[in-house]
């Protein structure tokens, strides 16, 4: 007989009727690591993280039957261990979007089904995470939350359309539609995902977990070599591209860092890193590319502002901000030779690929 009630949670897993769920199977922690009949579910926890490394977003699995369903929960406290053996801060971050955004994905397909089950995938949402919803009479599509859960979980969104001004405030409730709801429930399943990692896991267990664990570090490292010194890089669909983000000045390097890992980025920073990579030479498609991992990417906004900084439809293409603009906004964060050197992020780029071509060009 299929167990309904696994299938469902492994496609949620850090519920915690999920981590009842495990507990009442009366595996332990030993057998998780060791034995031969959890090999399965060790090895999805480890394509956990690496589906989180390569392209952010963990992929939900098709569940055909109950013993895989108990392999795919049982693979995310194991993706837990794993990340926290490996105790790296943007992986964790990164790691907690990817799963983030898999069930963001899945609660949009699972609340559209046209089913009396839409309405009660997302009580069971709002009630994991105290946030209360309320449908709006007669409609399927509309719901309100007071306006104090909603400042709760819309504090690190930055797009104006979060701000609280601009949304319709009736008796203390904010009315929203359902997949914006849902995209709230996203932060607030981030943020439970990030709140206890690193766990506190015993260095003789890590030890076990070696293997695994140096599978993981190997594709980090790959991914670290490939774009850059500086640790980030520039995804797309198609493949990689890569300018020479070795040389890009400091105050680029850590917005573009922020960027890949998911966390908010004021718009100032915004604007400064998408016109310097516009002057770079990166496409507005690559461009917009690097935005997906932020945690309020809309496809559409996005494609509109970098067309807008670059000056499509006949508008002024914008220059990237001097280093006194950068320093005004709280943008600059370097003090390397070259920062002293230049007044312009775009003169610091210029000026470190002339020097690494000249390096370059010596020892060959
Ligand atoms: S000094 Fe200029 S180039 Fe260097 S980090 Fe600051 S803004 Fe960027």
Sequence with gaps: ???????????????SAASKYVEETGITLDNLIRSGAFRYARLRGKDRIIEAIRDGKVRKQVI???AQAETELLSYPFARILVSCIGDERLV?????????????????????????????????????????????????????PFVDYLRFTANLRDKRWKLVNRGLEKGMVKLRKSEFIRIIQEAIYERIKKDLPLNVPADICKVLNGYTG??????EEMRKKFGDAGFDFESGSGFLVKDPSCFPPCISYILSN???????????????TAFLLNAGLTEDEIIEIYKNS???????????????????????????????MR??????GNDELCERVSHPLSYYKLKL?????QQDKSN
Excluded at 259 to 273: D, I, Q, T
Excluded at 298 to 320: M, N, S
């Design 93 to 145: 971050r990164r790691y907690a979007l990817s799963e983030a955004k898999a069930a963001y994905e899945k609660l949009l397909e699972d609340s559209s089904t046209g089913s009396s089950s839409d309405t009660d995938i997302m009580y069971e949402m709002s009630e994991e995470f105290g946030i209360r919803v309320d449908f709006l009479p007669g409609e399927r599509e509309q719901v309100q939350v």
């Design 295 to 325: 945690p309020d990417f809309d496809a559409e906004r996005t494609r509109y502002q970098v067309e807008h900084i670059a000056g499509d439809k006949g508008g002024v293409r914008y220059t990237a901000p001097s280093c006194a603009t």
């Design 354 to 358: 002339k020097r690494k071509k000249e």
């Design 1 to 15: 007989m299929m167990d309904w009630r696994a299938i469902h949670l492994c496609l949620y897993p850090f519920l």
């Design 328 to 333: 005004t906004y709280g943008n600059c964060v």
């Design 215 to 220: 599978d993981i570090k190997k594709e980090l």
């Design 259 to 273: 960027l890949k890992e998911g966390v908010n980025v004021p718009h100032s920073a915004r604007f400064a890193v």
């Design 64 to 66: 055909i039957s109950s």
